[in-house]
């Protein structure tokens, strides 16, 4: 059974054949064939999301599938069933899962006991769903309508500032290696990437691609990308203050973005907090794409549903 749980479950080909099915996807959007017709997939969320959820709901209803959104707290998991026997029930009824929960174990446990594929809809570690889509964003602006995508971001450079060592710049490490692209990485000292980024990498025999710096002016020199995401995610509110204080010299702001290639793309994933991680007027450059990364979740994600819809027939 094929799973989406991590940047390096796609293999090359696969990861090609996403781009192009959800180019023409987004191409032919209202005209897409309904491959996910008899289908009905699971959403079990036990984080908040406003792009993840609705653009799995929109586009698995748009493949002519159906929707289940299954808040933690509203199902037994959430009262202490057993991730297994979870994933056994919800196989006998469902075709798909998508999961956005804390432990990256608990994603992996859902995919091992189940018998239907299951997407990861972000984990403490990784947001792989994410990364896909912003690669894509990035390669549609650099290789236009009919270049090849995939070479447009063979070698680019992307700077990740603020919080290095969460999931978002977890997964453009990995997402990085996949797709043969440079990370330099710009946090406070002590947020280099963790054990579990290295086993990865180690494992899947990817070159690691990144570099960590503590001087947020060496990441963006020479940057194609400039990229943060919130400083405080989800579940880690208690820090907020000391984070807040620790990564103040990694805010984006006019000054460091122009430090970077003079036509930088900047990024998010969004949500942002202007004033924090990213100032306003950056947020509003022309050469921000933050709205386009978060239409693509759609166009991506229709893509992964359809590749991994097949091997879960009706
Ligand atoms: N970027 C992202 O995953 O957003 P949500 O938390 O709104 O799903
Ligand atoms: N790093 C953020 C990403 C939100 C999409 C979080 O985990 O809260």
Known sequence: MKHFLKETDFT??????????ARELKRKRGRNRPVLSQQTWALIFSKASTRTRVSFEVGIHELGGHVLFLNKNDIHLGRGESIADTAR???RFV?????????QSDVEELARHGSIPVINGLTDLLHPCQIYTDAFTAAERWAGPKGDMLAALRGRKIAFLGDTRFNTANSWVLGAAVFGMKVALAGPKGYEPGPQIKALLKKEGLASGYRFT???FEAVADADIVYTDVWTSMGLEEEARRRIRQMRPYAVTAKLF????PDALFMHCLPAHPGEEVQQDVLDNPRSIIFDQAENRLHVQKAILAMLGRGSRT
């Open 12 to 21: 090359p080909q696969e990861a090609a054949e996403v781009f192009t099915l």
């Open 89 to 91: 029930v919800l196989s």
């Open 95 to 103: 075709h798909g899962l998508v999961v956005r929960t804390y432990a």
């Open 214 to 216: 503590t001087d947020p």
């Open 258 to 261: 122009s430090a970077a290639k």
